[in-house]
C-alpha cells in the first residue's frame, strides 16, 4: 500500500498549477518592481509627512485665531486623530490585499492618499467657511491614515514573497529608504520653498503647493503600481476565505510580537523625524529654514545607513540590529529631549543619533514582520492590523505629547516616555526568535 502523505501544517494554503498570472516568483522580482514598490511608498510617506512640517505654517488658516503655540497644537490633535483611522485601513485594506492580491491593494492604497492630498491642497480656510474647514482637514486626513494603515502590509508582504531568502534584508532596506525618500522630499520641499517665497507667502499659500505635489505625484505611482506583476506565493494559493477576526486569533502570537516591536520605533520615528523640526521652530525660535535643513542633512545620513544595516542582517541576524536600537533609544532619549533645541547644530546632533538607532530597525522591519508569518494568506493583514494599532496609539500621539510637555517645561518626561518604550520593545526582541533564515511559504 503506497504510504499517505502527511497533510501539511497550514491546510488551508494549496498550491495551484493550472490557471496561474504572470508572477514574480521568489529571487526574481525585477528592478522596475522594486521601483514601483519604493516609489508608492515614498509618495504615501511623502503625504503624510509635509502635514507635519507644514503644520506651522498652515495651523492659523484651520483654526480660530489666538496663540500660535495654541493653533499648532490643534493641528496636531488632528494629526493624532487621524492616526485612529490607520488599523480601520489595516483591517480593510489588508483584508483586500490578501484576498485579491499585492498589487490591488497598494494600488488602492497609493490612490487613496494621492486623492486626499490634492483635496487638501484645495479646502478654503476657517476664515472662509468656518468650522467646516477643520471638519474637511480631519476626514481627508482619516482617509489619509487609512491609506498609510494598508500600505505598510501590502508593501512588506510583496517584498518579502518576491526577495531571493538570503537578501530579504536587502530588499526591506530598499523599502525603508523609500520611506527616507519620502520624508526628506517632504522637508526639503518644505524646505526649498521657505526659501523661495516669504514667511506671509508661505502662510498664505505656500503649503498648499507642498500638499498639490504630492498629490499630483500620486499618478505616476498608481501607474506604476498598476503594471506591478503579483507574488507568486500569492497566485499560488488556494485557501479558505474567513473572518479576519479568525486569522488574527489563529495567528494570535506573531500579531503580539509585531505589536511590541513596533512599540518603541514609532514614537522614535513620530519624534524625531516629524516633530522635532517643528517644536524647534515653535519653542526653539529657530527659522523653518533652518529647521527643516537639519532635519533632511540627518535623515540623508540615515538613508545611506539604512542598506548597511539591511545586508548586516542578511549576515548576522535580525535580533541584533534590533537590540542595538533599543538599547541606544533606551541612552540618548532622556538627554536629547529635555529641552526643545535652540540651534542648528543641537537639532542637527540630536536628529543624527535618533536616527541613526533607528535605522537598525528600519531597515529590516518590513521583512521582520513578514517572517513573522508562514503562509501568504494571512502576511498582509497579519502585519498591517497590529502594526496600525500600535502607530496609532503611540505613534500619532507622540508629537502631541511631545508639543505639550515642551511648552510647559517638561520635556524631560517626554524623553524618560520613550525610553520606557524602548525598554519595552528591547525586551520583545530578546525574546524573538531569528528570522532570517525562515522559509516563506
Not at 246 to 272: D, G, K, Q, Y
Not at 313 to 335: E, H, M, Q
Not at 369 to 383: D, F, H, K
Request: charged share 10%.
Amino acid at each position: 500500500m503506497a504510504a499517505v502523505p502527511e497533510r501539511p501544517p497550514y491546510p488551508q494554503f494549496t498550491p495551484r498549477v493550472e490557471g496561474l498570472t504572470p508572477a514574480a516568483k521568489p529571487g526574481r522580482v525585477t528592478t522596475g518592481a522594486l521601483a514601483a514598490v519604493a516609489a508608492g511608498n515614498a509618495l504615501e510617506w511623502y503625504d503624510w509627512s509635509v502635514y507635519a512640517f507644514a503644520a506651522p505654517m498652515f495651523a492659523h488658516a484651520f483654526f480660530p485665531k489666538g496663540q500660535p503655540a495654541t493653533a499648532l497644537m490643534a493641528a496636531l490633535a488632528t494629526f493624532a486623530v487621524a492616526f485612529l483611522a490607520r488599523p480601520v485601513g489595516a483591517a480593510v485594506l489588508g483584508r483586500l490585499t490578501d484576498r485579491c492580491g499585492r498589487r490591488a491593494g497598494m494600488t488602492v492604497s497609493v490612490s487613496i492618499m494621492g486623492v486626499a492630498s490634492v483635496l487638501i491642497a484645495v479646502i478654503p480656510t476657517y476664515g472662509t467657511i468656518g468650522i467646516a474647514a477643520p471638519l474637511a482637514l480631519l476626514v481627508l486626513r482619516c482617509a489619509q491614515g487609512a491609506s498609510s494603515g494598508g500600505e505598510v502590509g501590502a508593501a512588506a508582504a510583496y517584498l518579502a514573497e518576491t526577495a531571493p531568502a538570503a537578501r530579504r534584508g536587502r530588499y526591506s532596506a530598499v523599502f525603508q529608504q523609500s520611506t527616507v525618500l519620502g520624508t526628506l522630499a517632504a522637508a526639503l520641499a518644505a524646505t526649498g520653498l521657505s526659501a523661495t517665497l516669504t514667511r506671509a507667502e508661505m502662510h498664505a499659500f505656500g503649503w498648499r503647493i507642498l500638499f498639490a505635489a504630492g498629490g499630483l505625484a500620486g499618478i505616476a505611482a498608481i501607474v506604476l503600481r498598476r503594471k506591478l506583476a503579483e507574488s507568486f506565493l500569492f497566485t499560488a494559493q488556494d485557501g479558505v476565505d474567513r473572518p479576519l477576526r479568525t486569522l488574527l486569533r489563529e495567528h494570535r502570537r506573531p500579531a503580539l510580537r509585531i505589536a511590541a516591536m513596533t512599540l518603541a520605533p514609532t514614537i522614535v520615528f513620530s519624534t524625531w523625524v516629524l516633530q522635532l523640526p517643528g517644536l524647534a521652530m515653535t519653542e526653539g525660535g529657530l527659522s523653518a529654514g533652518r529647521a527643516l535643513a537639519a532635519n533632511s542633512i540627518a535623515q540623508a545620513t540615515m538613508f545611506v545607513a539604512v542598506p548597511i544595516a539591511g545586508r548586516l542582517s542578511d549576515r548576522f541576524g535580525r535580533r541584533p540590529l534590533l537590540l542595538a536600537f533599543a538599547a541606544a533609544t533606551v541612552v540618548i532619549a532622556v538627554p536629547a529631549l529635555a529641552v526643545p533645541p535652540r540651534g542648528f547644530g543641537a537639532l542637527l546632533v540630536i536628529e543624527m543619533l535618533g536616527l541613526w538607532a533607528f535605522a537598525g530597525y528600519g531597515a529590516i522591519a518590513a521583512t521582520v514582520m513578514a517572517e513573522q508569518y508562514p503562509t501568504a494568506l494571512v502576511r498582509s493583514a497579519g502585519i498591517a492590523v497590529p502594526y496600525a494599532l500600535v502607530v496609532a496609539v503611540f505613534g500619532g500621539t507622540a508629537p502631541l505629547l511631545d508639543a505639550v510637555l515642551a511648552h510647559h517645561g517638561q520635556g524631560a518626561w517626554f524623553g524618560a516616555y520613550v525610553a520606557l518604550a524602548a525598554a519595552i520593545s528591547f525586551a520583545a526582541y530578546a525574546r524573538m526568535p531569528e528570522t532570517n533564515a525562515v522559509r516563506l511559504r
